[in-house]
């Protein structure tokens, strides 16, 4: 079941922010509880963002610190990004995976010097794994969420020395040893979406919102952020990762992955993926047909046009074929109507229109690629050739 801005519910949020008695203030849900969904005019907040001058509470989500001597190259052996030399006030994205390289945890991460700051969607997870992990290691780790708060600003700028801890996203500029399965950086919806998060003491929230108001920021909520965010394909962990998530299926390999470093966990599926190309499923961003006035859920079914299939209901929703995905993500962009992002079966054609089933009835939606249809990178190993003499090529490498 999805909440008012359809999201999935979640449990009860950790903290919630003073800055819900703001006039106006409707509180979001779902993975956003504990945090405006917006303050009365969505559409005007959103373009204020979009313009590049607003500011949004961002104190929902979690903060791990690392502190230590060995912390550095103690993460670069534990996940996908390589951080051994990471300077000081450079933003990066890691992922941490299991042993079948599906993903656990995603992160923003920022080092002031002395202190790695890792920003997450799941602090408390994160923090007990990476304490098992210690072993005899010069590290320590804390979950600070209860003393730290972000702030989001639509600032492509890092945190210069003496100014806040800052982590600038990198999305979608493709990291060193990074690989990219859709459109090259320039090219990239997400090319124009400047966003960073500013950790100010949680005792200071309204201080500093109140700030930025004074320069002629407004505090805009979710629903303007989260329609930038689907806009520009940007992967998020509460929405786009489930139990079977593998980096390649969100385009992930931009930012939060090095093909070249040492071994972590999960390395030998990101390698043999990349390699033999064709990730099982791949993200779709779908722009909605709005014109009934029917908007998904988060996890609503996604299918190919077919024979009729039962709804919730129990009516038929027409032309609803098989199932082929769901619905990961949905927005309400100011431009661009109802949007989506969702993760579909990679042999869907990448032309298909897609049905997607709304309590009352299916709608259409055409797609955006987001992830290749053939499931390869431009910088593919090269097929080896034949393996023997009038065999061909071996069917995995591909022609």
């Known amino acids: 079941m999805a909440d008012v801005d359809g999201t999935p519910e979640a449990p009860a949020p950790r903290h919630r922010s003073p800055l819900l008695a703001q006039h106006g203030a409707v509180p979001a849900a779902g993975a956003d509880a504990g945090v405006a969904w917006h303050y009365g005019d969505p559409t005007a907040e959103q373009r204020a963002l979009a313009r590049g001058g607003a500011v949004v509470d961002q104190s929902h989500l979690g903060v791990v610190t690392v502190t230590g001597p060995d912390r550095l190259t103690w993460l670069h052996s534990l996940t996908t990004q390589d951080v051994a030399t990471l300077p000081p006030r450079t933003s990066t994205e890691l992922l941490v995976l299991d042993p079948q390289g599906r993903v656990e945890h995603a992160v923003g991460l920022v080092d002031d010097g002395t202190t790695a700051w890792l920003l997450t969607e799941t602090a408390p997870a994160l923090a007990a794994w990476l304490d098992r992990m210690r072993f005899a290691l010069r590290v320590e780790v804390a979950d600070v969420t209860d003393d730290w708060a972000a702030l989001a600003e639509p600032v492509d700028a890092e945190g210069a020395d003496g100014e806040p801890v800052t982590w600038r996203d990198p999305w979608p500029r493709t990291a060193p040893g990074g690989t990219r399965y859709g459109p090259a950086d320039d090219a990239h919806p997400g090319a124009d979406r400047r ?10 929230l309204v201080e500093e919102v109140r700030t930025r108001q004074a320069a002629g920021w407004p505090l805009v909520g979710t629903w303007a952020s989260e329609a930038l965010r689907v806009e520009a394909w940007r992967p998020r962990t509460s929405h786009e990762v489930d139990d079977r998530t593998i980096p390649h299926e969100l385009d992930w390999l931009r930012t939060a992955v090095h093909l070249h470093k040492g071994c972590y966990r999960g390395q030998e599926t990101v390698a043999r993926v990349h390699n033999l190309g064709r990730p099982p499923r791949r993200l779709v961003m779908l722009h909605l047909d709005g014109s009934g006035h029917l908007v998904p859920e988060v996890g609503a079914p996604v299918r190919l046009p077919g024979a009729a299939a039962p709804t919730a209901g129990g009516a038929e929703a027409a032309e609803s074929g098989r199932q082929v995905g769901q619905v990961t993500s949905v927005a309400r962009h100011h431009e661009l109507g109802p949007i989506a992002l969702a993760v579909v079966k990679r042999s869907v054609p990448t032309d298909a229109v897609l049905l997607v089933d709304c309590d ?3 709608i ?3 797609q955006e690629v987001v992830v290749d249809g053939e499931g ?12 023997s003499r009038g065999l061909g090529h071996h069917p995995m490498l591909g022609p």
């Open 364 to 366: 259409a939606a055409g």
């Open 376 to 387: 390869v990178t431009p910088d593919r190993p090269p097929a080896r050739g034949p393996l």
């Open 195 to 204: 966003w960073r998060l500013v950790l100010v003491p949680r005792d200071r």
């Open 360 to 362: 009352g009835g299916a």
